[in-house]
């Protein structure tokens, strides 16, 4: 079993950054697809990014590309989130989430994973 710690949350300006982190414990972080997603006050959780185990395959959300970074470190057991130039809509609450059995890799689809943290607050002010 894996559980999922989220942190790096915060208020900042628009344009500024911030790196949200994920420490998992347990011993199968290794083999997880590893996930983050964001759902803002009233509207429903979607995708933002998602890496593979194997470290190399990562996707993101279009509003993420080319401003929002993922990453792992396995020997940390941790995924991070690094995102520049944040705008007044990035606000929400960021939760990551994984799964060790994903045979087609990261997915988009929330369902696809059991494991999640417990979410991480993200505001951003014009």
């Known amino acids: 079993e894996v559980q999922l710690q989220a942190s790096g949350g915060g208020s900042v300006q628009a344009g500024g950054s911030l790196r949200l982190s994920c420490a998992a414990s347990?011993?199968?972080?290794?083999?997880?697809?590893m996930a983050w997603f964001r759902q803002a006050p009233g509207k429903e959780r979607e995708w933002v990014s998602c890496?593979?185990?194997?470290?190399?395959?990562?996707y993101y959300e279009d509003f993420a590309k080319g401003r929002f970074t993922i990453a792992r470190d396995n020997a940390r057991n941790s995924v991070y989130l690094q995102m520049n130039n944040l705008k007044p809509e990035d606000t929400a609450a960021y939760y990551c989430?994984?799964?060790?059995?994903?045979?087609?890799?990261?997915?988009?689809?929330?369902?696809?994973?059991?494991?999640w943290g417990q979410g991480t607050l993200v505001t951003v002010s014009s």
């Open positions: 347990g011993t199968i972080f290794s083999i997880s697809e």
């Open positions: 890496i593979n185990n194997n470290n190399d395959d990562t």
């Open positions: 989430a994984g799964d060790p059995d994903l045979p087609r890799g990261c997915s988009s689809y929330s369902i696809s994973y059991d494991y």
